[in-house]
């Protein structure tokens, strides 16, 4: 039910971004015994039999730069667009990183563990755009997205470090959890590991434009 349901997010308008090994094992912990990654290779557009232990970084090359470490899961797209594939004289047949639109959304396939580069690269062409606006510490990301039916944005804040960081919306936010509301250029306080979830937009943080429920 959690493999169709990741399906089904994509095919709803979500990108989905799968990891190594994702679908391999079934509920008993079993390798399953369909093409990997499972339940998910048709929408994906792509699919693996083999994979291999790194003992140390292969780079790639591509749309994507950077290296995969521990693990290479040789995907052989069948659809679905290449963004990195292997600098390696046995794994450069197959790639790295491949993606493919289905339905409304979209389904990333990261078959290796990228390293520090790679997952940067990997992020930028995620979310071209993550800020959005806000003013924030180093340590501090934020992710926005969209829902255009109802004219509101989520963002999502992590404070990656061990120490407070600070935060300053462009626009007014409502935070998801508590409901206090955050003018623009107020600055808030994330604690060390901290997650905070707002929403802007009209439909959103003014009640009366909600209407009638």
Known sequence: EDLDFLVDYAQAGGHLVVGPRTGYGDGEGRARTERAPARITDAAGVWY?????????????GSLQGAGTTLAEGLVASGAEVLAAYQHPHLGRWAAVTTKAVGAGRITIVGTVPDQDLAADLVRWLV???VGGWTTDDSVTVSTSTDTSAATRLHVLHNWSWNDATASPSCTVTDVLGGERHPPGEKFTLRAWDVRLFRSGKHMTDPAARGPR
């Open 128 to 130: 071209p755009h993550a």
């Open 49 to 61: 039999d083999e994979m291999a232990s790194l003992p140390s970084s292969v780079a790639v090359h």
